[in-house]
């Protein structure tokens, strides 16, 4: 276990509504990425966030924003829920800060399950 | 061209075998490279970090990364049932990483 810790589980929206994931970055950890993981695909980075600040973000419209938390939590928001946004929803977090070149090194909660109906 | 090409194919082995993956890459200024193992709805765990060229060993775990061909390769010795998972090559490209689609192995008793 790596101590990710991602709500909910799992959930069914319909199109056009709009959804909040959250994440619990491991201990220590001040960054924390989103990826998308579509059926059968390798996740795509949706962005990052370090101290609270967007770090880099993917080809993923506005639609798709977040939040973090000055404990380092974290929130994906995403509105207007279309058909291909189902899919795993994952949360990484690292700690850039590690000597020996590691802190690049980012450990995955389990993911939320999307549905979009 | 994608960053991070893993041919996604199914690979069905014996208990006992060796298992082969392997990824190529584009940017040549990439630096660190990973082998995630995922399970059946679960997260990528990481399994395998490298930087730069050369190999790495970790028990039956073997990665490789040779940067002049931009290829990158994770051997699994003495494969196990347990073993049976998808295989996620990842590289570190400025804050993020960019993945393979990966490889479900699956390793038969």
């Known amino acids: 276990e790596t101590g990710v810790t991602q709500s909910p589980t799992h959930l069914i929206k319909t199109r056009g509504q709009q959804v909040t994931l959250r994440c619990s970055s491991q201990s220590g950890h001040n960054t924390v990425s989103w990826y998308q993981q579509a059926l059968g695909q390798g996740p795509q980075f949706i962005f990052q966030y370090y101290r609270e600040e967007e770090n880099g973000r993917g080809n993923f419209p506005p639609r798709f924003s977040g939040l973090q938390f000055p404990n380092y939590s974290s929130e994906l928001n995403v509105n207007a829920l279309e058909l291909d946004d189902s899919a795993l929803y994952l949360c990484?977090?690292?700690?850039?800060?590690?000597?020996?070149?590691?802190?690049?090194?980012?450990?995955f909660g389990p993911g939320t399950r999307l549905l979009v109906l | 061209q994608k960053e991070v090409e893993q041919d996604p194919g199914p690979l069905s082995v014996p208990e006992g075998a060796i298992v082969s993956l392997n990824c190529t890459y584009s940017n040549s200024a990439f630096q660190y490279f990973m082998w995630y193992r995922q399970y059946s709805r679960k997260g990528p765990e990481l399994l395998m970090y490298?930087?730069?060229?050369g190999n790495k060993e970790d028990g039956r775990f073997t990665a490789q990364v040779d940067k002049s061909s931009k290829y990158i390769s994770l051997f699994i010795r003495d494969s196990q049932p347990s073993d049976s998972a998808t295989y996620l090559c990842a590289i570190d490209g400025n804050n993020r990483l960019a993945f393979g689609k990966g490889n479900q192995v699956v390793v038969i008793p």
């Open positions: 990484a977090s690292s700690d850039p800060g590690l000597a020996g070149g590691i802190g690049e090194t980012q450990y």
């Open positions: 490298t930087y730069s060229s």
